[in-house]
């Protein structure tokens, strides 16, 4: 037996090394993973990058080919991301001080500059966590927190978005959405006295609507009474004895319409103001 493994034992190592190199210079891909081929310290190419346009299956995922020590693989999620922002205060533009949670969603497209810029996605989040601190402030600190509460919010959020976008492209990343968990005010007299200070502002606010209508209300009247004695003094111009006649009838209905109970009006049958009653005076 040691004679045979005196006689084979090179073969046999040499066997064993190919196998070992073999298995050495394949690596797997999943879907979910692009990888990155470093060689020397520098990325030269990307296995199963993510492509918008190209659908799973037909990415370049699975076994791939690499140059065993000279060559190393980095694996980097092609995944949707969450990136978590720590509670912090923020200083609105009514001077109120926010108790702010709020994450990020964003997805590695250019994993070379990612590995060259941040290295891992470990620090490209430590990257981007300070930037997402920076813009939040930024942008609610230009709007009050009652606007927080309106769809103006979408608005502030597409603006940090965007703002966190520009800075994520540096590093191979684009953001794909923000979204602010809480903004809540702080607890206790802070909190009592914001409130206080919202109900007398919508206060104002309702009492200048209601005087703005008011005031609205007394012009179209005052237009209509104008627009009504036109019309009865056009009309009295056409017709002057029909006019007369309409205006007393109206008379007659309000008279005699209005009156309560059993009580009566006693007139003699020659009072002017039965004139249309009687024959040939219209």
């Known amino acids: 037996m040691e004679q045979l493994w005196e006689r084979y034992k090179l073969p046999i190592i040499a066997a ?4 070992v190199a073999a298995f050495s ?8 993973q692009q990888a990155v081929v470093v060689r020397t310290g520098e990325p030269v190419r990307v296995i199963n990058q993510f492509r918008p346009d190209v659908p799973y299956g037909q990415t370049g995922a699975g076994m791939v080919a690499r140059i065993p020590i000279i060559e190393q693989v980095q694996f980097v999620d092609r995944r949707i991301l969450d990136l978590d ?3 912090q205060q923020v200083l609105s533009n009514d001077q109120q001080r926010l108790q702010v949670d709020a994450y990020a969603r964003f997805r590695v497209i250019d994993p070379v500059a990612m590995v060259r810029n941040a290295g891992t996605e470990e620090n490209l989040r430590s990257q981007l966590a300070p930037i997402l601190n920076s813009v939040l402030r930024q942008e609610l600190g230009r709007r009050s927190f009652a606007s927080l509460l309106t769809p103006e919010r979408g608005t502030a959020m597409t603006n940090i978005r965007n703002a966190l976008d520009r800075q994520a ?10 979204r602010i968990k809480r903004a809540d005010l702080p607890e206790g007299t802070p909190l009592q ?14 009492a200048a609507i209601r005087a703005q209508g008011s005031r609205d209300a007394q012009i179209i009247r005052a237009t209509a009474e104008a627009d009504a004695a036109r019309t009865y003094a056009d009309a009295y111009g056409k017709d002057p004895e029909f006019y007369d006649f309409f205006r007393a009838m109206q008379s007659y209905r309000r008279t005699f319409e209005s009156g309560e109970g059993d009580s009566s009006i006693i007139m003699s049958p020659d009072n002017d103001y039965l004139r249309q009653f009687r024959t040939g005076n219209r």
């Open 193 to 206: 006295a914001a409130y206080t200070r919202m109900e007398t502002d919508r206060e104002q606010e309702a």
């Open 16 to 19: 064993a090394a190919l196998v």
């Open 25 to 32: 210079s394949i690596v797997i891909v999943p879907e979910t």
């Open 169 to 178: 492209r540096q590093y191979g990343a684009q953001v794909i959405d923000v």
């Open 85 to 87: 922002m720590e509670r």
